[in-house]
């Protein structure tokens, strides 16, 4: 993964006003901005405001609804732990007790040497093949805790 | 020497326990072995619990192998797997597998199957031709279709589809517009995705045909972020039909006009709501609306709107290709057609089951999906996802429609059934019930905004064994009544039934006495 760029106004204004024009804008924007930078600063929330014609309040709310917005950088993988019913049958709270452990973070925390950022997640329709996760949006599932921790292991040692 | 076809999936279930390394390890082996293959990434037969499971084209027939790691592509190639021959992994005929020779595939027939970014591949195996059909039919006679097929929504409310598009089609409007709900945030679903990764044109072509008959030129396809594969494939294959014509300005040369966008969720479960989609795909907090107005009659910017699941709206091809008489011939009751079933979690034989309607519960859980993967007994069963009941054993006899199901106080949803073994804890269950709907209220309405974090703390409580249990049972039961009456969409309204199912079919586990006979092995 190539990581996130680092925060650019110039690249922000130009992010946004190539779907400017685009009917309900907000969201295809927001999401192009996260993309490219991992998170949505606020410098970027008063951009997307002038550009819509919004107040700060409108994209900051919508910013806050979305459990997807980030406020924070993160590191260089993401990790979203499915925490819902079917992975939960297959002991995902174990999984995810594990993984809290072993980075000593929170969800939506990042790893204190910036290699995971921490997420959960409530199903990723893998559900047959539980219990699962996203990694940098490639999917993995069937896990246990010894392929938890080898997981782990090969992402810190990674970055 | 033509090259031999190989079929590997590139379905995320697939994906997540290894077909990705099994591609490159039958690409190696083949080229090593100077064999020409062609391998074709297909979706999933569904049939989980052998995935990552391959297929290679025979003179006469497809056989499959599977489960197959990046290990066993070697001595798999080794034993002449190019040929279909033996090796401890071959199943044969995929068709002949049990799991697959008793469902019924009506909107799933093509999947696993065919190249999913192949218009003509599609064409080929029986697509396009309800398009076809629909173009030389007038707009209500379309509609009306749809009507006598039965086709009830497959999203979780199970209204009819046919209504809603006759709705939508005597509503004036300049601009109207076809969504497509793809926000499958259920637990223990997947057949949205499958359909999606699996078989993208068959959705393409039942928006188009939705477009036609009720006059929309635009259509969204709203799919959640959870769901990255799914929407790379979706959007390749809405390019690839509106290169071959089958959207655009002229749908297949015909005077109609249709294209569709895609549109990715931010991780709120809610969206799934209607009108809370609508508002999100408009720029805004996903806040469901207060109905009426239906959306049919003011719904995506403020225009007449269709919105319908996936599911329903890949039903739509083989009705109007078959007619409504050949859906409708399928089901039970005024439950018509099939229904994907999807058997997920701590289940044996997990994957998608497409049959008609009317199966019992306990044929599903234990003939088909052959009890729990854990190999301990089932002791309950969650249908219909996070909103849905736990149904114990004594209730196995309960036939899958959506009548049956609502009359033991359960829904089938959008068709998703979840397994536990006896060693889940109903009360953690019903807490997370209560957790779930406090993370993902949109916060319009009270009982569900705050009634959910209250109704957390009371199960916390009875947990730990504070205070009066009984008063907290009938706190509990309070509470529900007013998430169920007191909300304005499903998220408030139906969290009381995984939570009054745990407290009523596991009393135990609240430590109240036991029911009688319930969570009995057999």
Redesign the interface.
Known sequence: MSGPEPWSPERAAAIIAARTGD??????I??ALQETFGYIPDAAILMVADA?NLTRA?VY??VS?????RRQPIGHHVL?LCR???????GAEALAAQVQAALQIGWGDTSADCAVTLEP??????????P?L?LD??????LNGGRLAALLDELRAGS | MTAIRLFVPRDAGALAVGAERVAQALHAGAARRGAPVEIVRTGSRGLYWLEPMIEVATDTERIAYGPVSADDVEPLLDAGMLSGAPHPLRLGRPEALPFLSRQTRLTFARCGIVDPLSPQDYGGHGGWRGLERAIAMAPADIVEAVVQSGLRGRGGAGFPTGVKWRTALQAPGAQKYIVCNADEGDSGTFADRMIMEGDPFVLIEGMTIAGIAVGATKGYVYIRSEYPQAIAVIRAAIDAARHAGYIGTRVTDSPHAFDLEVRVGAGAYVCGEETALLESIEGRRGQVRAKPPLPAHRGLFASPTVINNVLSLAAVPFILAEGAAAYAAHGFGKSRGTMPIQLAGNVKYGGLFEAGFGLSLGELVDDIGGGTASGRPVRAVQVGGPLGAYFPRRLFDTPFDYEAFAARDGLIGHGGIVVFDDTVDMARQARFAMEFCAIESCGKCTPCRIGSTRGAEVIDRIMRGEGDRAAHLALITDLCETLKFGSLCALGGFTPYPVMSAIRHFPEDFGMPQAVSSGTPR
Do not use: I, N, W
Not at chain 1, 23 to 28: D, M
Not at chain 1, 121 to 130: D, F
């Open positions: 009917a309900g804008a907000t969201l295809p927001l999401q819509l409108e709310g919508v609804f979305y459990h997807d917005f979203k819902a019913e079917a992975c939960q049958s297959m997640v409530y199903c990723l329709g893998l559900c047959a093949t539980a699962a996203l949006d490639q999917p993995v599932g069937r």
